[in-house]
């Protein structure tokens, strides 16, 4: 059933956290709307577990983003493909697909497997984003995940135990988070205690399958000096060489395709839970 009045409570809540997330510089203006446009699918067909749930991936993730900002910034800023600022097709790459969980679940009878799924997708972003955020903080060099050789902080690929660790916890905290709206949402009804496991295999499953695709397929470029980047073009305009991958998997394509790698996770382990019942 669709709720227009939620709908609307969406829209303004996301226009809400989306205009401070751009005040503090978190989201560009195109992020904004990407931000207005998850946000009021998710919260308006989803409901507030949904909702909240994303509401705590983008709270988190934005602090973290700006957490000892200037190291960061120093280690690995020009390796990555993008700033801090989060741009319309990065919060669709984050966001999207669990939205439009949330839209077909409310039109298809709120199937279990839907639910599973967004849990898995935003254990999967979280986690992702919490190992790049605190991983490339590491006091030990990371190492490529396919081949354990030491590779500069930054580098796709290039996984560390605090980044891990993060991973673990990113994905932990949604499985909480959805765990404890779901319950204060539906009392009386059975506890969903699968969430939990979910949000956590899910979500480290899926961060390490994000650094498997980037240390494999995705599309890596070079400085002129040597130095491996995400970026096709530096900041000051210029192109760089393209190293190896494919060319048409950037780093937006990869979260969206390891996000799915957590929904079926999640979906696995509901299913071994009884979360199919």
């Not at 709206?181 to 390490?208: K, V």
């Not at 060319?247 to 009884?274: F, K, P, Y």
Request: net charge positive.
């Amino acid at each position: 059933m669709i709720d227009l009045m939620q709908i609307g409570l969406g829209f303004m809540l996301s226009i809400a956290i989306g205009g401070v997330a751009f005040a503090r510089r978190s989201l560009s203006e195109s992020g904004w709307l990407g931000a207005v446009l998850v946000g009021t699918l998710t919260f308006g067909f989803g409901g507030w577990p949904w909702g909240l749930t994303l509401i705590v991936f983008f709270v988190t993730s934005s602090i973290l983003s700006h957490y000892k900002e200037s190291i960061k910034e120093r280690r690995a800023a020009e390796k990555f493909s993008k700033g801090g600022r989060r741009d319309f097709f990065q919060t669709i790459a984050n966001g999207g697909l669990g939205a439009l969980c949330a839209v077909a679940f409310a039109l298809s009878g709120q199937p279990w497997w839907l639910l599973a799924a967004f849990v898995g997708l935003m254990a999967t972003v979280n986690a992702d984003t919490w190992a790049t955020e605190l991983g490339v903080l590491s006091p030990h060099p990371p190492r490529l995940i396919t081949t354990r050789q030491p590779v500069p902080p930054g580098t796709s690929g290039g996984v560390t135990v605090l980044g891990t660790s993060a991973a673990a916890a990113g994905g932990l905290i949604i499985g909480l988070a959805m765990f404890g709206f779901s319950a204060l949402a539906m009392p009386g009804e059975p506890l969903p205690w699968w969430m939990i496991p979910a949000g956590l295999l899910g979500g480290l499953g899926g961060a390490l399958f994000d650094s498997w695709l980037g240390a494999t397929v995705q599309a890596i470029y070079v400085y002129p000096d040597g130095r491996e980047t995400e970026r096709r073009v530096a900041r000051d305009g210029t192109p760089n060489r393209f190293l190896r991958g494919w060319r048409w998997m950037d780093n937006d394509l990869v979260n969206l395709i390891s996000s799915v790698g957590g929904a079926i996770i999640a979906i696995v382990i509901a299913m071994i839970a009884g979360g199919a019942r």
